[in-house]
Protein backbone atom coordinates (compact mmCIF):
# COMPACT_ATOMS: atom_id res chain seq x y z
CA UNK A 1 0.00 0.00 0.00
CA UNK A 2 1.55 3.73 -0.67
CA UNK A 3 2.33 5.92 1.39
CA UNK A 4 0.20 8.49 1.74
CA UNK A 5 1.55 12.53 0.54
CA UNK A 6 0.44 15.63 1.68
CA UNK A 7 -3.15 16.43 1.96
CA UNK A 8 -4.65 17.92 -1.25
CA UNK A 9 -7.41 20.12 -1.50
CA UNK A 10 -9.56 18.22 -3.63
CA UNK A 11 -10.02 14.76 -5.53
CA UNK A 12 -11.44 15.17 -8.74
CA UNK A 13 -15.03 13.75 -10.04
CA UNK A 14 -15.34 10.37 -12.50
CA UNK A 15 -15.89 11.55 -15.77
CA UNK A 16 -18.67 11.57 -17.63
CA UNK A 17 -18.30 9.83 -20.92
CA UNK A 18 -16.57 12.11 -23.57
CA UNK A 19 -16.30 15.18 -21.29
CA UNK A 20 -13.15 16.48 -20.80
CA UNK A 21 -11.08 16.02 -17.37
CA UNK A 22 -11.17 19.10 -15.06
CA UNK A 23 -8.23 18.89 -11.97
CA UNK A 24 -9.18 21.95 -9.71
CA UNK A 25 -5.80 22.51 -8.47
CA UNK A 26 -3.36 21.27 -10.83
CA UNK A 27 -3.27 19.75 -14.14
CA UNK A 28 -2.61 16.11 -14.06
CA UNK A 29 -0.83 16.25 -17.46
CA UNK A 30 -2.69 13.72 -18.99
CA UNK A 31 -0.92 12.45 -22.14
CA UNK A 32 -3.77 11.44 -24.90
CA UNK A 33 -1.55 8.57 -26.04
CA UNK A 34 -2.11 7.35 -21.45
CA UNK A 35 -6.22 7.63 -21.71
CA UNK A 36 -8.11 4.32 -21.91
CA UNK A 37 -9.84 3.99 -24.94
CA UNK A 38 -12.75 1.10 -23.64
CA UNK A 39 -13.56 1.52 -19.79
CA UNK A 40 -16.64 0.45 -19.63
CA UNK A 41 -14.83 -3.00 -21.11
CA UNK A 42 -11.85 -2.43 -18.76
CA UNK A 43 -14.56 -2.28 -15.32
CA UNK A 44 -16.50 -5.15 -16.77
CA UNK A 45 -13.70 -7.81 -17.35
CA UNK A 46 -11.80 -5.96 -13.66
CA UNK A 47 -14.38 -6.56 -11.37
CA UNK A 48 -15.52 -9.79 -12.68
CA UNK A 49 -12.02 -11.02 -12.28
CA UNK A 50 -12.36 -9.79 -8.64
CA UNK A 51 -15.51 -11.17 -8.11
CA UNK A 52 -14.34 -14.73 -8.88
CA UNK A 53 -10.93 -14.51 -7.77
CA UNK A 54 -10.84 -12.38 -4.87
CA UNK A 55 -9.04 -13.28 -1.67
CA UNK A 56 -11.47 -13.40 1.78
CA UNK A 57 -10.01 -10.96 3.92
CA UNK A 58 -11.62 -9.90 7.05
CA UNK A 59 -11.91 -6.40 6.22
CA UNK A 60 -13.44 -6.99 3.01
CA UNK A 61 -16.73 -9.12 4.95
CA UNK A 62 -17.39 -4.91 6.44
CA UNK A 63 -19.18 -1.92 5.44
CA UNK A 64 -18.40 -0.12 8.66
CA UNK A 65 -16.47 2.62 7.76
CA UNK A 66 -14.24 2.50 11.21
CA UNK A 67 -13.16 -1.08 9.83
CA UNK A 68 -11.96 -0.20 7.00
CA UNK A 69 -10.19 2.53 8.30
CA UNK A 70 -8.07 0.47 10.26
CA UNK A 71 -7.43 -1.89 7.91
CA UNK A 72 -6.43 0.66 5.22
CA UNK A 73 -4.14 2.32 7.60
CA UNK A 74 -2.59 -1.13 8.56
CA UNK A 75 -1.97 -2.06 5.03
CA UNK A 76 0.21 1.12 4.69
CA UNK A 77 3.83 -0.45 3.87
CA UNK A 78 2.26 -3.68 5.35
CA UNK A 79 1.23 -7.01 4.06
CA UNK A 80 -1.60 -8.11 4.00
CA UNK A 81 -0.67 -11.53 6.36
CA UNK A 82 0.91 -9.48 8.52
CA UNK A 83 -2.20 -7.36 9.19
CA UNK A 84 -4.82 -9.81 9.72
CA UNK A 85 -3.72 -10.86 13.35
CA UNK A 86 -3.29 -7.44 13.86
CA UNK A 87 -6.44 -5.87 12.59
CA UNK A 88 -8.55 -8.54 14.52
CA UNK A 89 -6.58 -7.79 17.72
CA UNK A 90 -7.49 -4.52 17.18
CA UNK A 91 -10.94 -4.61 16.42
CA UNK A 92 -11.41 -6.76 19.50
CA UNK A 93 -9.95 -4.34 21.86
CA UNK A 94 -10.91 -1.16 20.00
CA UNK A 95 -14.52 -1.93 18.62
CA UNK A 96 -15.30 1.50 17.93
CA UNK A 97 -14.41 5.25 17.13
CA UNK A 98 -15.50 6.10 20.81
CA UNK A 99 -13.13 3.27 22.19
CA UNK A 100 -10.24 4.30 20.29
CA UNK A 101 -11.00 7.85 21.17
CA UNK A 102 -11.13 6.94 25.19
CA UNK A 103 -8.14 4.44 25.32
CA UNK A 104 -4.28 4.93 26.99
CA UNK A 105 -2.19 5.78 24.65
CA UNK A 106 0.12 3.03 25.87
CA UNK A 107 -2.63 0.48 25.03
CA UNK A 108 -3.02 1.34 21.46
CA UNK A 109 0.60 1.41 21.16
CA UNK A 110 0.98 -2.01 22.32
CA UNK A 111 -1.56 -3.59 20.24
CA UNK A 112 0.74 -1.57 17.52
CA UNK A 113 3.65 -3.68 18.54
CA UNK A 114 6.07 -5.02 15.65
CA UNK A 115 3.80 -3.52 12.87
CA UNK A 116 5.87 -0.71 12.57
CA UNK A 117 5.62 3.05 11.69
CA UNK A 118 4.01 3.87 15.02
CA UNK A 119 2.87 7.22 13.63
CA UNK A 120 -0.10 5.64 11.93
CA UNK A 121 -1.17 4.07 15.74
CA UNK A 122 -1.10 7.61 17.73
CA UNK A 123 -2.54 9.53 14.16
CA UNK A 124 -5.18 6.96 14.24
CA UNK A 125 -6.60 7.88 18.05
CA UNK A 126 -5.94 11.28 17.29
CA UNK A 127 -8.28 11.20 14.18
CA UNK A 128 -11.00 8.99 16.39
CA UNK A 129 -10.90 12.03 19.07
CA UNK A 130 -11.46 14.36 16.34
CA UNK A 131 -13.87 12.42 15.43
CA UNK A 132 -15.86 12.49 18.55
CA UNK A 133 -15.33 15.78 19.19
CA UNK A 134 -16.37 17.36 15.66
CA UNK A 135 -18.37 14.96 14.14
CA UNK A 136 -20.33 12.96 17.05
CA UNK A 137 -18.50 9.49 16.44
CA UNK A 138 -19.02 9.62 13.24
CA UNK A 139 -16.41 9.05 10.48
CA UNK A 140 -17.17 11.90 8.07
CA UNK A 141 -18.60 10.82 4.49
CA UNK A 142 -16.94 14.37 2.49
CA UNK A 143 -13.73 14.20 1.39
CA UNK A 144 -12.44 17.84 2.48
CA UNK A 145 -13.28 16.83 6.12
CA UNK A 146 -11.90 12.96 6.07
CA UNK A 147 -8.65 14.64 4.61
CA UNK A 148 -7.97 17.03 8.07
CA UNK A 149 -7.50 14.19 9.89
CA UNK A 150 -4.82 13.14 11.48
CA UNK A 151 -2.84 10.26 9.20
CA UNK A 152 -5.62 10.25 6.17
CA UNK A 153 -4.04 11.11 3.15
CA UNK A 154 -5.10 10.93 -0.46
CA UNK A 155 -5.20 7.52 -0.91
CA UNK A 156 -6.77 6.46 2.19
CA UNK A 157 -9.65 9.08 1.41
CA UNK A 158 -9.99 7.54 -1.52
CA UNK A 159 -10.30 3.83 -0.44
CA UNK A 160 -12.32 4.72 2.52
CA UNK A 161 -15.05 7.00 0.54
CA UNK A 162 -15.34 4.72 -2.45
CA UNK A 163 -15.24 1.80 -0.10
CA UNK A 164 -17.44 2.73 3.22
CA UNK A 165 -19.81 5.25 1.47
CA UNK A 166 -19.86 4.45 -1.90
CA UNK A 167 -18.13 7.34 -3.48
CA UNK A 168 -16.90 7.52 -7.08
CA UNK A 169 -12.57 8.71 -5.59
CA UNK A 170 -9.99 7.08 -6.98
CA UNK A 171 -7.62 4.85 -4.22
CA UNK A 172 -4.18 4.71 -5.72
CA UNK A 173 -1.84 2.79 -4.19
CA UNK A 174 1.49 1.15 -5.14
CA UNK A 175 -0.07 -1.90 -6.38
CA UNK A 176 -2.14 0.67 -9.06
CA UNK A 177 0.22 2.44 -9.80
CA UNK A 178 2.06 -0.73 -11.21
CA UNK A 179 -0.49 -2.10 -12.93
CA UNK A 180 -1.84 0.98 -14.72
CA UNK A 181 1.91 1.94 -15.95
CA UNK A 182 1.86 -1.47 -17.21
CA UNK A 183 -1.36 -0.99 -18.83
CA UNK A 184 -0.24 2.61 -20.56
CA UNK A 185 3.19 1.22 -20.62
CA UNK A 186 4.40 4.54 -18.59
CA UNK A 187 7.73 4.82 -18.81
CA UNK A 188 8.23 7.60 -16.61
CA UNK A 189 9.36 6.88 -13.21
CA UNK A 190 6.20 5.96 -11.16
CA UNK A 191 7.75 7.89 -7.44
CA UNK A 192 7.72 11.35 -9.35
CA UNK A 193 5.17 13.09 -8.30
CA UNK A 194 3.57 14.35 -11.56
CA UNK A 195 3.50 11.13 -12.71
CA UNK A 196 1.44 9.99 -9.49
CA UNK A 197 -0.65 12.70 -10.55
CA UNK A 198 -1.02 11.58 -13.93
CA UNK A 199 -1.67 8.32 -12.53
CA UNK A 200 -4.38 9.09 -10.38
CA UNK A 201 -5.82 11.50 -13.06
CA UNK A 202 -5.77 8.69 -15.20
CA UNK A 203 -7.37 6.09 -12.76
CA UNK A 204 -10.13 8.80 -11.85
CA UNK A 205 -11.36 8.34 -15.38
CA UNK A 206 -12.06 4.73 -14.30
CA UNK A 207 -14.01 4.62 -11.52
CA UNK A 208 -17.22 4.02 -11.62
CA UNK A 209 -20.02 5.79 -10.35
CA UNK A 210 -21.72 2.51 -9.52
CA UNK A 211 -19.82 0.30 -6.71
CA UNK A 212 -16.31 2.48 -6.85
CA UNK A 213 -15.22 0.69 -3.72
CA UNK A 214 -15.31 -2.72 -5.46
CA UNK A 215 -13.20 -1.60 -8.49
CA UNK A 216 -11.06 0.04 -6.63
CA UNK A 217 -10.32 -3.00 -4.22
CA UNK A 218 -10.48 -4.88 -7.59
CA UNK A 219 -7.59 -2.74 -9.16
CA UNK A 220 -5.80 -2.88 -5.64
CA UNK A 221 -6.40 -6.49 -5.73
CA UNK A 222 -4.97 -6.80 -9.52
CA UNK A 223 -1.84 -6.27 -8.39
CA UNK A 224 -1.25 -7.65 -5.31
CA UNK A 225 -1.82 -11.14 -6.92
CA UNK A 226 -1.40 -10.75 -10.24
CA UNK A 227 0.54 -7.40 -11.71
CA UNK A 228 3.13 -8.62 -9.52
CA UNK A 229 6.42 -6.81 -8.89
CA UNK A 230 9.30 -8.96 -10.88
CA UNK A 231 6.73 -11.78 -12.67
CA UNK A 232 3.55 -10.72 -13.09
CA UNK A 233 0.73 -13.43 -14.01
CA UNK A 234 -0.08 -12.52 -17.79
CA UNK A 235 -2.02 -15.35 -18.69
CA UNK A 236 -3.95 -15.18 -15.57
CA UNK A 237 -4.54 -11.38 -16.05
CA UNK A 238 -8.29 -10.05 -17.35
CA UNK A 239 -6.80 -6.69 -18.88
CA UNK A 240 -3.62 -8.76 -20.78
CA UNK A 241 -5.85 -7.53 -23.97
CA UNK A 242 -5.41 -3.93 -23.20
CA UNK A 243 -2.03 -4.37 -21.97
CA UNK A 244 0.22 -2.13 -23.87
CA UNK A 245 3.41 -3.76 -21.47
CA UNK A 246 2.42 -7.50 -22.69
CA UNK A 247 1.83 -6.33 -25.98
CA UNK A 248 5.06 -4.70 -26.59
CA UNK A 249 6.88 -7.54 -24.57
CA UNK A 250 8.54 -5.29 -21.38
CA UNK A 251 6.51 -6.14 -18.36
CA UNK A 252 9.46 -6.76 -16.49
CA UNK A 253 10.87 -3.12 -17.08
CA UNK A 254 8.02 -1.72 -15.89
CA UNK A 255 6.88 0.24 -13.54
CA UNK A 256 10.40 2.60 -13.84
CA UNK A 257 11.20 4.26 -10.63
CA UNK A 258 13.82 6.93 -9.59
CA UNK A 259 17.28 5.40 -8.67
CA UNK A 260 17.61 4.53 -4.85
CA UNK A 261 19.41 6.25 -2.90
CA UNK A 262 21.92 4.70 -0.49
CA UNK A 263 20.59 3.74 2.80
CA UNK A 264 22.48 5.26 5.35
CA UNK A 265 23.44 2.24 8.23
CA UNK A 266 23.71 3.50 12.21
CA UNK A 267 25.61 1.77 15.18
CA UNK A 268 23.09 1.89 17.99
CA UNK A 269 24.29 1.18 21.63
CA UNK A 270 21.89 0.16 24.68
CA UNK A 271 22.90 -0.17 28.47
CA UNK A 272 21.20 -3.15 30.39
CA UNK A 273 21.44 -1.76 34.08
CA UNK A 274 20.06 -3.53 36.35
CA UNK A 275 19.52 -2.64 40.38
CA UNK A 276 19.89 -4.72 43.25
CA UNK A 277 16.69 -6.38 43.14
CA UNK A 278 17.66 -7.68 39.34
CA UNK A 279 15.08 -5.01 37.62
CA UNK A 280 16.32 -3.76 34.84
CA UNK A 281 16.20 0.45 33.84
CA UNK A 282 14.23 1.21 30.88
CA UNK A 283 13.28 4.46 29.47
CA UNK A 284 10.08 5.72 27.46
CA UNK A 285 10.48 7.47 24.32
CA UNK A 286 9.07 11.04 23.38
CA UNK A 287 5.40 10.53 22.19
CA UNK A 288 6.54 11.64 18.31
CA UNK A 289 8.88 10.39 15.98
CA UNK A 290 9.52 7.55 14.47
CA UNK A 291 9.28 5.40 17.64
CA UNK A 292 7.05 7.60 19.61
CA UNK A 293 6.12 6.53 22.81
CA UNK A 294 7.58 3.16 22.76
CA UNK A 295 9.98 1.48 25.91
CA UNK A 296 13.83 1.04 25.13
CA UNK A 297 16.85 0.54 27.13
CA UNK A 298 18.70 3.43 27.91
CA UNK A 299 21.53 4.38 24.71
CA UNK A 300 21.48 5.18 21.61
CA UNK A 301 23.26 6.67 18.12
CA UNK A 302 26.73 6.45 18.24
CA UNK A 303 28.50 9.45 16.54
CA UNK A 304 30.90 8.53 14.06
CA UNK A 305 34.36 6.67 14.79
CA UNK A 306 32.79 6.55 18.29
CA UNK A 307 33.48 3.42 20.24
CA UNK A 308 30.90 1.82 21.46
CA UNK A 309 31.83 2.04 25.73
CA UNK A 310 32.75 5.48 25.12
CA UNK A 311 29.52 6.85 23.16
CA UNK A 312 27.28 4.77 25.66
CA UNK A 313 28.76 6.35 28.56
CA UNK A 314 28.15 9.89 26.87
CA UNK A 315 24.62 8.79 25.66
CA UNK A 316 23.24 7.20 29.26
CA UNK A 317 24.92 11.01 30.88
CA UNK A 318 23.12 13.21 28.57
CA UNK A 319 19.99 10.93 28.61
CA UNK A 320 19.50 9.96 32.25
CA UNK A 321 22.27 12.02 34.39
CA UNK A 322 23.95 9.07 35.25
CA UNK A 323 27.45 7.30 34.86
CA UNK A 324 28.13 3.62 33.86
CA UNK A 325 30.73 1.36 33.57
CA UNK A 326 29.86 -0.32 30.29
CA UNK A 327 30.31 -4.59 30.29
CA UNK A 328 30.70 -7.04 27.87
CA UNK A 329 28.24 -7.24 24.69
CA UNK A 330 25.17 -9.50 25.47
CA UNK A 331 23.37 -8.95 21.93
CA UNK A 332 23.26 -7.38 18.95
CA UNK A 333 20.51 -7.09 16.27
CA UNK A 334 20.20 -5.71 13.22
CA UNK A 335 17.14 -4.26 11.59
CA UNK A 336 16.10 -2.27 8.64
CA UNK A 337 13.39 0.70 8.53
CA UNK A 338 12.63 2.65 5.81
CA UNK A 339 15.39 5.40 5.16
CA UNK A 340 18.15 3.60 7.44
CA UNK A 341 19.28 0.64 9.15
CA UNK A 342 20.72 0.39 12.10
CA UNK A 343 22.90 -2.62 14.00
CA UNK A 344 22.14 -2.33 18.02
CA UNK A 345 24.22 -3.38 20.33
CA UNK A 346 23.77 -3.97 24.18
CA UNK A 347 26.41 -3.84 26.53
CA UNK A 348 25.95 -5.13 30.51
CA UNK A 349 26.41 -2.05 32.27
CA UNK A 350 26.57 -1.27 36.15
CA UNK A 351 25.48 2.05 37.58
CA UNK A 352 29.00 4.11 38.84
CA UNK A 353 27.29 6.85 39.94
CA UNK A 354 24.05 9.25 40.06
CA UNK A 355 20.59 9.06 40.27
CA UNK A 356 18.34 8.62 36.64
CA UNK A 357 16.50 12.16 36.12
CA UNK A 358 15.23 13.39 32.84
CA UNK A 359 12.43 11.44 30.59
CA UNK A 360 9.93 8.74 31.97
CA UNK A 361 12.25 6.12 33.24
CA UNK A 362 11.51 2.52 35.36
CA UNK A 363 13.17 0.05 36.89
CA UNK A 364 11.23 -3.00 35.34
CA UNK A 365 11.09 -7.27 35.96
CA UNK A 366 10.78 -8.87 32.27
CA UNK A 367 6.84 -9.69 33.26
CA UNK A 368 6.98 -6.06 32.67
CA UNK A 369 8.74 -5.34 30.11
CA UNK A 370 6.58 -7.90 28.08
CA UNK A 371 3.65 -6.02 28.78
CA UNK A 372 5.07 -2.60 27.85
CA UNK A 373 5.35 -1.66 24.15
CA UNK A 374 8.67 -2.29 22.40
CA UNK A 375 10.20 -2.04 19.11
CA UNK A 376 11.29 -5.13 17.33
CA UNK A 377 15.11 -4.52 17.99
CA UNK A 378 14.16 -3.62 21.85
CA UNK A 379 11.83 -6.56 21.94
CA UNK A 380 14.76 -9.15 20.74
CA UNK A 381 17.22 -7.40 23.13
CA UNK A 382 14.84 -7.97 25.58
CA UNK A 383 14.25 -11.64 24.61
CA UNK A 384 18.32 -12.22 25.13
CA UNK A 385 18.39 -10.37 28.74
CA UNK A 386 15.26 -12.77 29.36
CA UNK A 387 17.37 -15.78 28.82
CA UNK A 388 20.69 -14.57 30.09
CA UNK A 389 19.73 -13.06 33.39
S1 LIG B 1 -1.01 -8.27 -18.74
FE1 LIG B 1 0.58 -8.63 -17.25
S2 LIG B 1 1.69 -6.69 -17.08
FE2 LIG B 1 -0.26 -6.28 -18.09
S3 LIG B 1 -1.63 -5.64 -16.43
FE3 LIG B 1 -1.92 -7.82 -16.74
S4 LIG B 1 -0.49 -8.81 -15.31
FE4 LIG B 1 0.12 -6.65 -15.50
Redesign the pocket.
Known amino acids: MARDRAIPNSIPQPLAAGAKIRWLQRPPQLKTKDIFPDRTRIRRKLVQWYDEHRRELPWRRTQDPYAIWISEIMLQQTRVETVIPYYLRFLEKFPTVESLARAESGDVVKVWENLGYYARARNLQKAAQQIMDRFGGRIPAHREEILRLPGIGRYTAGAILSIAFGRPVAAVDGNVR??IS??RAIEDPIDDDEVRERIEALVQTLVPKRDPGRFNQALME??AV???PKT???P???????????EQGF?DR?PVRRKRKVIPHRQVVAAILRNEKKRILIVQRPGHGLLGSLWKFPGGILDSGESPEKGLKRIVREELGIGIGVGPSIAAVKHAYTHFRITLTAFACVLSGGVPSGPVWRWAGIEEIDALPFSKADRLVAASVAIDP
Not at 237 to 245: M, N, V, Y
Open positions: RVRLLGCCTPICSCPLQTDCRAWTL
